[in-house]
């Protein structure tokens, strides 16, 4: 919210990926900004996708900075949470004049987490 009140819309996703670092970092938030994550297929590694943040190593951070949030996008950013069996995530949309954001659950995880303890 402060990064949307200070810049407010209109730029680019970047920009705003750069000031929520800042406001991370002032925060003492443990983050990796663009991280790299693995993509599996029935156990096999089939490509990799970068989430805007990983926020503590377990909350999903994606960011927009489009006129509105689209089913495309929620139903993106659920994949992600999917596909890196995580349990939390979150959809910011800087690019409207109020900020829009989505908290995601990620229905599969205590499955996927069964799965893997197996």
Known sequence: MTVHKALGNGFQEVIYQRALEIEFTDNGISFSREHEMPIYYKQQQ??????????????????????KLEDVHLAQAINYLEAYDLEIGLLINFGSKSLEFKRLINSKFNQLAQKKNQ
């Open 46 to 67: 089939i490509g990799t996708r970068r989430v805007d943040f990983l926020v503590e190593g377990v909350v999903s951070v994606e960011l927009k900075a489009i006129t």
